[in-house]
């Protein structure tokens, strides 16, 4: 950590900041010069609170040098992490595929689309019960009944579940029904939340927030590790920007800005990113190409008529031909899937 | 709402479209181009889910012409809304003015801050509780504690107060312990929170998202306006941008832009917008000249020591004075504080 | 200037660097941290390129600790600048107002609002000549007739005028034709035209990028310093975020960081950065009581039939209504309009 | 093209209006709504400026349903281009590859870095002469003895030259001198330019702008095909984003979007939009993966110590392995390199 010191600061000040600095365990360096006075903090600077450092009236700013997140951070865990979900590795050679419609309709939809994506070669089942939607008015999911048609899904299928949990009321059920708990992007810094799931043993899928940066992201997954879940998936599904032409803006660099911050697993889901189902091929396979761990897709039997994100589904069959096209790219940079 | 068609659609296929369309109660227009064909809708389109239509394969776009909103919406509704908080407006010709430290730390704090900005002519206190921190490592609030602390310096001043809830555990002690409910920026989009906010009847302050849209923002309102509760009070609090210099950038213009959208009132938090404390005054006096129905301002002691946000902390002293300076601009714009 | 360098760099290396570095004429002072190294350099840090430093595969990043603009910097000339045009002040007590049309269309507009401007209080007269359009179907402005307007609107009123360049070829012409010479934000980073400009010894109105950070905005002011034009006046007119209500994001807090860290003047064109007329009096206010130098608004005697950003235009009327109203306002700053 | 009415409008008024439109060669077709009225035009707009329709008081909002660009648009041209340089061809299953360092800094360095691309496969090289560096005091290149070493080092190895211009006056020094004139992302909107580049027969690279929609940018083609100059060609270099751990965001859904709206070629440059070297090889291949018609490398022999933007510059040895991993990946998706 670097502080830059207003200009003018007198030798006191300067020396009662030094004080109540080394008093939480750092050592400081300043550095004198025409201008600007900074100090160079050497030690375990995670304890200090920087934002507590800039109320400081003789405080310019605070810089960081290293990251302010611990256990994610790849420097002091330098192995990648693979997530084991019914004995099915996310994070490791062979890629992880999540498919399956936004939202459960019924039995027999997520039944159907299950086993389409069982033959088609997904890993795991996806499907939402309950929706995250910004109007009151739009369909809310089936709820409860939604991962009962899951459970009942995954004992026709065997593919282990992923569904969205949009409260801390439900962890229970969750835990008992899904095999990976899906936090979305809205609820990313819903820290209430993720206190609550960091004190499960379930694998957690984190999806990056529509406005945050791959820090923040990170010092979420952060309040995951820091309370004891250490089964954390990262999920990128796009960011906003000033396009207009796709929903989000996907942000593949991420992937790599991940894998070089942190060591754990990362997914991409090109659905969300884009909203345009026939954007999601291509991006399935320049997120492969890249290096992600994996792929998050929505399939849906009858775009036409789903409940909600039609628009952004591909169907069974055009999930089948990815998948086959999917293994080329997969090769070439040494996975598999 | 208008549906543009994809080039080239078969005459049964747009049929099909237009008899499912009607049967949710709008009337269908057709205008056929040269190379697109458009529907016009006609009737309360509110029933009808874009994101549904959206997904058939036929469909090219979706366009709104009404905003997606109803309760919350001007059109309906054209007389501005005040909300009544212990006997005190927010939204009439009187600016309401809340002010008060990041988070609560003491009892000496909070009732010297309390005391402080009701002289200084604060309408009512601030403080926080439960605080959203980016990093798990960093003060998290003294939770119930401070709660309790704020109902002392409320006793002690008369001063109504208002505190940022994080989950909906606490809506039952939150209900009794403050006068105003705050949903915070992250927390926009948290639904679950917002559907069980809804059913309360204390008057709830929703921030603006970091990356929010005004319309999303309105529908967010629309939540709580939709379960029942009416006393909704929106707070701008600056958006996420490139820029980095200030915190967020604050968006003032939507602040007009809420007004012509809606009737709900609207006040703006400088201090969260820019994240330096000598911006402050300057933005608050812009907010007032635009015509906000008032400001959330931190004010604290010593933010040089403040466990969080000293750097955007005014201390009591500035705090007065900018009241004093309000006052000119409020008048100008036919507004008293 | 702060260089972190990568971890397990060796001795050598940093002697290698701290070498070249310092026989550019600075002083390097290392702190030795667990994991990481960093320099911290004292002096004159203006003459080193740090994109040629981050080059170095030993270092991790640069860091700024002071801004990397000299004269346009406020550190080094904390008086603030004012641009006297004939007479006029920008830059002082008294607010500059420039108004107008978007594009001169004939000899009748611009001379009659030129003196409906006149009468309101403008001091100044916008008019484009030459037009940016986005489409190259659209108006694209009178070119050398539309500027011989403009000095017949000038003749008939005394008003000196602003008009756009676009093309350094122009510039004599310009500087024959017009008394501020405005480079339009889609230029601001147009470095041959900068260059150029700097050579002259007309006012030039730099308008702030769609997409600039206020340091990127400063060093495109430094470019016509550098040179030796000193006779900048800066002006905001709103940012690109996601937000699509408006056509712009009316960044007010600029103005404060510009302050802050420059000596230059500063307006704000509320008309560009909403796109929508009815907002320009409440956002001209705010403009004003946030301190800005003055305004650049458009007007337009029949923006129904307005050859360009009608839309954005308000009508004499409104303007003298507002120009009374803002009176209020800069009297509760301290200032005159 | 549809034109949303305000509220409340007069029969008179719609029927000025319609004739106003109908004057200009479309038909009008009313649609009638409960509180809205909408206008839907039928016929070629594209010669009707919608910002002079939104400019009239009566209409609330103008959507286009079309793309406003004509010559650009895969609508009435169907066939992919491919524009031919030298003989190669950019847009066709053979991918381009083009190559070199940021700046030509001398002889010895643009000879040596040519040899090394053209022997790992690079189809072009490029090169840069006039720089547009943020800062004035930065390198600004060689300007025309660059341009020299360029035709040197094009005589040496036969490889086609790239390299960007940064004002008209150079057009026929360029149009002499290299065999592809770049537009940088800065002048994206250097209309001034862009005209007097349709004026010549050389193929144009055009790169995104900063903050550009996928809109804006194909409008810009629009202003080199309207003027002629059908040889245009587009490079992704990533847009600015709140994300600041990458210089700026890489969008690659760009790619589709351009592919679905226009017949253009398209490239990508991963080096300018990462910043970071190590992130060039993933990025270019996952560019190749999602279908771009090639990429832009920037190639430097020795980083550590180049004038400019070394720190995202790969090395020869770098690049040579590159080549190598991407042929597999264009295998995978039906392209050769």
Known sequence: MIIILKPGVE???????????????????????????????VGDTSKIDSSRVEGNRIVERVMYVAEPFKKANRMFHPEPTAVVVQGRKIGGAELAVIAGPCSVESEEQITL????????????????AFKPRTSPYAFQGLAY??????????????????????????????ADAVDIIQVGARNMQNFD???????????ILLKRGLAATVEEWLMSAEYLLAGGNMQV????????????????TLDLSSILAVKKMSHLPVLVDPSHAAGKWWMVPALSKAAVAIGADGLMIEVHNDPDHALCDGQQSIKPEGFRELMKELRAIAQAVGRQI
Chains 1, 2, 3, 4 share one sequence.
Do not use: W
């Open 11 to 41: 030798a006191r000040e300067v020396r009662n900041l030094t004080e109540n600095l080394e008093s939480q365990g750092v050592t400081v360096n300043p550095v004198y010069g025409t201008e600007l006075t900074i100090l160079g903090l």
């Open 113 to 128: 689309v299950a086993e389409e994506v069982k033959q088609a070669g997904a890993g795991f089942l996806r499907g939402g």
């Open 145 to 174: 009944e939604g991962l009962r048609l899951l459970k009942h899904a995954r004992e026709r299928t065997g593919l282990p579940i992923v569904s969205e949990i949009m409260s801390a009321h439900d962890i229970e059920v969750f």
């Open 193 to 203: 939340l993720l206190k609550e799931l960091s004190q499960t043993r379930k694998p």
């Open 233 to 248: 998936i990262l999920c990128e599904r796009g960011i906003r920007t000033f396009e207009t032409y796709t929903r989000n």
